[in-house]
């Protein structure tokens, strides 16, 4: 029976999990994109600067906000890749049974931060939103807009791997810390 309960517990927890996956996904696809236009645009600025002597004043706002998009998307992926910062040096002193603990502690400060980049971000484009951004002629709380992004998608995968892990997934499996087999002594020649 307890066997059933679990079964139908994860279901939910496995159709949310399929959708955060795709919009992770569209999060990496977007990020690689603007890394590939930020990239062009520097390109064209240099070249014109240097070749044609004459530097459109856009380019560099633009790759500037571009950059400020990869970085936010990217960072949420890293939240829910499990590649964003945490307690990992302790991990390998502590006992095997505080890994879990470590994790969601620091799943937990992730939603925090997610959190605090979508409050203070909105505050950020509601007090710029009113000012004008010269080179593109764009609401000047555009230059804020990913933070808010990036720390919705941040508080979104944090929120799942805290309830995955709740549900009983195990979602820490860490290959770094599988045991190693010991490595055979090196004979002298």
Same mark, same amino acid.
């Given at each position: 029976?307890? %066997?059933?309960? +679990? #079964? =139908? ?8 999990? $399929? ?7 569209? $999060? *990496? ?6 890394? +590939?236009?930020? %990239? ?6 240099? @070249? ?9 004043? &856009?380019?560099?706002? =633009?790759?500037?906000? /571009? ?9 949420? +992926? ?8 945490? @307690?990992?040096? !302790? *991990?390998?002193?502590?006992? #095997?049974?505080? #890994? ?5 502690? =620091? ?11 979508? &409050?203070?971000?909105?505050? !950020? ?9 010269? $080179? /593109?002629? !764009? ?12 720390? +919705? *998608?941040?508080? *979104? ?15 820490? #499996? ?16």
């Amino acid at each position: 029976m307890a %066997t059933g309960s +679990v #079964k =139908s517990e994860t279901q939910p927890m496995a159709r949310v999990s $399929a959708v955060l996956s795709r919009i992770c996904d569209g $999060a *990496l696809y977007l990020a690689g994109i603007g890394m +590939v236009a930020m %990239t062009a645009l520097v390109a064209y600025q240099v @070249f014109s600067r240097f070749v044609l002597n004459s530097s459109p004043s &856009w380019t560099e706002t =633009s790759a500037i906000m /571009l950059m400020n998009w990869f970085i936010f998307l990217g960072a949420a +992926v890293g939240v829910r890749e499990n590649y964003h910062m945490g @307690f990992d040096v !302790l *991990l390998y002193v502590l006992p #095997k049974g505080s #890994k879990g603990a470590l994790r969601m502690l =620091s799943d937990l400060i992730a939603l925090g931060f997610g959190f605090g980049m979508v &409050w203070y971000g909105c505050k !950020l484009v509601g007090l710029t939103w009113h000012t004008i951004i010269p $080179a /593109l002629e !764009l609401p000047g709380g555009f230059d804020y807009l990913p933070l808010v992004a990036g720390g +919705v *998608l941040i508080c *979104l995968f944090s929120a799942e791997r805290i309830a995955q892990r709740w549900s009983g997934l195990d979602i820490d #499996k860490d290959i770094n810390l599988e045991d190693v087999p010991e490595m055979p002594a090196v004979q002298e020649a």
